[in-house]
């Protein structure tokens, strides 16, 4: 006799069948592909004009473990991550938004075997997709330019999409709790900060240290730390800190937004 | 009541939804047969979209036992979706795709491979009339034609049981008739249909067999005839007097009839033979403005339970 097949343990969070959502994505961005190509463009502006014309003025600034880097290759892995970041609560917010209390996509597709867990994953699994793509254009142009000057940079792909995952997900269980457009306001409160005071543009030495410490505490700080450490090569424990805080932060926003979804959606 | 959750493709005892302190379904018996159209009639309220939503799995049931071909909403809710065609009360199209990718995608979301959700796609065109219309936008389609779409996506993955709530409900005469004659099809092919409604000429058309529900219960059970049969007479007289008359009839109308029931702008009197009301009240020198001899409808019934028309 053989023994029934086991079914898989289910895994934490949905299922295989969140893919279905994904596919979906690409079919609405198969009519309108232009606007992922534009996401592509904001980190470059910022690393052209920041990192290459404030870059000649600045010269060098001391880089991970304190050796004296270039300031475009500074800036340049401060921008991916950040860029990571905004793409991810892009998607995860407005957009994820409008699917939830407008357009009502969810609730019909609940009524199919995808789960709210499944959506969770599925839409926050596209927002990784899309932040891929924009990783990958950025790492190309990086080596044309010249900051490629490390095998460790192919990991900064990877530690991308992790800041792209842990946003989304923190972002999608914020917007669960919306309740109209103008809260979005808030979000931008949080991220426009960050995006200019996690040690992006400048190294964390020019703060007094209560504010360095609080800075440290952020999670785009970690985001920025992390690839910054693998672009120029300096790798060591506080890497795997950073990528444990990320890691950490989205696991619990999809928690919170698997939950959310049942509440909203199955009453 | 007959019926077990083994015999019954829907099975529900004592089912029962609560929000908070409101109760929306209060302890309702039910069983639906495999093959069966099986209606819940009722005013807006009654609890009808609570009731379907359960069965449909995505509203967790508060209190009660359902089960649907045997599986427990609680916990093999993918299980039963999957074999399940769900036309909600309003449309929830996906209006970022357009016709035919509505239907497609939705077969995605069944696990179907992508060649037979285009094969039924078309085929699903067909029947619902869009095939003219599978490039197009949701959004610019007229009300009829949306509902056919819903209609048609909830059936991509061939459901054996669909669940149709309020399924005409804004829908001008024409687009009802099409779409009752695209449901009588699929009973015809062997589909249960359980549908909402609060239009008793719906119900009457459609259902083998239904319940009417007022304020979170199920108040009587039966086929349309018998409900008619047990609940009111063969036939209604409807006298309609001129302005201020009805008000000083005081008895006149008295024995006439087996029942008589006085709306707003009108008296109804039930009886086998209407047309012999309607001259037993002649003969009593009442002058009614217009007199309507008809037959019994659910209307009727529903009036005669609980005192209010269906639609208010």
């Known amino acids: ?267 | 009541m007959p019926g077990s959750p083994e015999s019954s493709l829907i099975h529900a005892r004592g089912l029962t939804k609560r929000f908070g302190s409101f109760t929306a379904v209060d302890g309702v018996d039910f069983d639906v047969a495999p093959g069966e159209a099986f209606g819940f009639l009722g005013p807006n309220g009654a609890g009808k979209t609570s009731t379907m939503r359960m069965i449909g799995c995505v509203s967790p049931v508060t209190d009660g036992t359902l089960t649907v071909r045997g599986l427990d909403p609680r916990t093999d809710g993918p299980e039963i979706r999957a074999r399940l065609g769900v036309v909600p009360q309003q449309d929830t199209l996906d209006t970022e795709l357009t016709v035919r990718e509505n239907l497609v995608l939705y077969g995605r979301y069944f696990g179907l491979p992508r060649a037979e959700c285009g094969r039924r796609a078309d085929e699903l065109l067909g029947f619902a009339q869009l095939t003219e219309r599978q490039n197009d936008e949701v959004e610019p389609l007229s009300g009829g034609m949306k509902r056919r779409l819903t209609i048609a996506r909830a059936l991509i993955n061939q459901p054996d049981l669909l669940l149709l709530d309020e399924p005409t409900t804004g829908l001008d005469p024409q687009a009802r008739h099409l779409l009752w004659d695209r449901l009588y099809r699929l009973k015809q092919r062997g589909v249960t249909l359980v549908l909402t409604t609060h239009y008793m000429d719906e119900a009457e058309q459609l259902c083998d067999r239904l319940v009417v529900m007022d304020k979170a219960k199920i108040v009587a059970e039966g086929s349309p005839r018998q409900l008619i049969d047990r609940y009111s007479t063969r036939e209604v007289t409807e006298l309609r007097f001129g302005p201020g008359v009805q008000e000083r009839l005081d008895g006149q109308l008295d024995g006439l009839a087996d029942r008589i029931e006085h709306l707003a702008d009108r008296v109804l009197l039930y009886a086998d033979d209407g047309e012999a009301v309607a001259v037993a009240a002649h003969e009593r020198g009442l002058n009614p403005e217009t007199v309507l001899v008809r037959r019994s409808t659910l209307e009727d019934v529903f009036l005669r339970l609980t005192g209010r028309s269906l639609v208010e």
């Not at chain 1, 709210?116 to 994953?121: F, N, V």
């Not at chain 1, 080596?143 to 946003?167: E, N």
């Not at chain 1, 931008?188 to 800075?215: C, I, K, N």
């Open chain 1, 1 to 267: 006799m053989t023994l029934p097949l086991r079914v898989a343990p289910p895994l934490m969070f949905g299922s295989l069948r969140a893919f279905r959502l994904i596919e979906r994505n690409l079919y609405v961005y198969r009519h309108g592909w232009i606007v992922i190509v534009s996401g592509f463009f904001e980190p470059l502006f910022y690393l052209l004009s920041i990192g290459f014309g404030l870059g000649q003025l600045v010269g060098t600034v001391p880089g991970p473990g304190g050796t004296e880097i270039p300031y475009q290759l500074f800036i340049a892995p401060a921008l991916l991550a950040s860029s990571s970041m905004n793409g991810a609560v892009t998607e995860a917010t407005l957009n994820f938004f409008f699917k939830l209390k407008y357009q009502k996509t969810f609730e019909s597709i609940l009524s199919t075997p995808l789960s709210t867990a499944d959506i969770a994953l599925g839409e926050l699994g596209w927002a990784l997709i899309r932040g891929a793509l924009y990783t990958g254009g950025f790492l190309v142009v990086m080596v044309a330019l010249g900051l490629g000057v490390s095998a460790w940079l192919l990991l900064t792909l990877p530690a991308a999409l992790l800041i792209s995952f842990a946003f989304g997900a923190v972002g999608m269980a914020a917007t669960s709790f919306m309740r109209t457009w103008q809260d979005f306001d808030l979000i931008q409160l949080v991220v426009l900060p960050m995006f200019l005071f996690s040690g992006t543009f400048y190294p964390l030495d020019a703060y007094p240290e209560p504010v360095r410490l609080l800075v440290q505490l952020t999670p785009l700080y970690h985001g920025v730390d992390l690839v910054r450490s693998l672009a120029v090569g300096v790798v060591g424990p506080s890497t795997v800190v950073h990528a444990a805080y990320l890691t950490v932060m989205g696991v619990l926003g999809l928690l919170i937004v698997s939950r959310r979804l049942d509440k909203l959606l199955l009453r």
